[in-house]
């Protein structure tokens, strides 16, 4: 039997449920160990200033390193064209989702499972609120650097390359490995939820640009408020009567925002982009969620969480 040519070979392993997966391993595996770094810090300016230096160099330099070593040739395209005017709606209606969508998961939380939503481990002890911290730190290192590092790498890198795969896959696995960057077996749900929609309006608009808007939108409000006036409301109004109007108004807003997605892709209809259309999402699905790399970062993910 002859052997397969060193050419093929490379072409093989170039595939991107290969190599992603191994991109997102080391970003989970350097994020990690990045919070034992942190924790030997003194000064509170230093602190911020720090947490913003380790997310650029462990979410945003792999993620240029491996485009890099693609060659710059991704299995799809990156979406980073620019914003458009016929995609204001489309992110207003999305960031009414993301407002209503977070409201009405912390709701089913604290009504349903009688829990509630921590703080995310990567900046677990940090309190936000208090005058000893810098707002523009705060602001800088836990509003707008991840945003735009975490959207460069899951949604432009991460979903560009599954993309091939189907577009259902790409956003789906996207999201599911945005949500295990913040190592929180009780958040991932918030997480997935997050990631889904904006891989979603990243689909849509091709164009990472209204999903960074989105999620420096979801991180201020992670940050500098506080779901309490949730409970004042439940206790004022009653847990169904909250939950009846968050479920209704969460429909609405899903529904215009919907709406506004299919008149992007009526729109592909009429004006064909350049890139060829994603392939079916079930003639991938085993390839991308049974693969051995996603299979090896799920694996991490809970050994982590175990761990600390």
């Known amino acids: 039997m002859e052997s397969i040519p060193s050419a093929e070979k490379r072409v093989r392993w170039n595939q991107p449920h290969l190599t992603a997966p191994l991109l997102v391993l080391f970003v989970l595996a350097a994020m990690h160990f990045s919070r034992f770094l942190l924790a030997e810090a003194t000064d509170v300016s230093d602190l911020f200033m720090s947490i913003s230096l380790v997310q650029i160099l462990v979410l945003l330099v792999p993620c240029m390193l491996y485009y890099l070593l693609k060659k710059r040739k991704l299995a799809t ?13 489309l992110t207003l209606f999305g960031g009414c989702v993301l407002i209503l969508g977070n409201l009405l998961i912390t709701y089913f939380y604290r009504a349903v499972a009688e829990q509630s939503v ?157 890139q060829a259309l994603p392939p079916k999402n079930r003639t991938h699905l085993a390839k991308v969620f049974l693969s051995p790399g996603f299979l090896v970062l799920i694996a991490v993910f809970f050994l982590i969480t175990v761990i600390q």
């Open 77 to 89: 395209p990156m979406p980073v064209s620019p914003m458009k005017m016929r995609h204001i709606p």
């Open 118 to 274: 921590s703080t995310p481990a990567f900046f677990e002890g940090l309190s936000v609120g208090e005058g000893e911290l810098p707002f523009a730190g705060v602001l800088l290192s836990m509003v707008i650097v991840p945003a735009v590092c975490e959207e460069l790498l899951f949604r432009g890198v991460i979903l560009a390359e599954y993309r091939s795969m189907g577009q259902g896959n790409a956003i789906l696995f996207s999201a599911v490995c945005f949500a295990m960057l913040h190592f929180s077996v009780t958040n991932f749900p918030v997480y997935l939820f997050v990631g889904i929609l904006l891989g979603v309006i990243t689909s849509a608009s091709r164009s990472v640009i209204p999903a960074m808007l989105l999620h420096l939108l979801n991180n201020a409000l992670s940050v500098f408020t506080s779901d309490q006036f949730l409970n004042i409301i439940m206790q004022k109004n009653g847990a169904f009567f909250v939950g009846f109007l968050l479920a209704i108004l969460f429909g609405a807003a899903l529904f215009l925002f919907l709406y506004c997605v299919e008149l992007q892709y009526l729109r592909f209809a009429q004006e064909p982009p350049d």
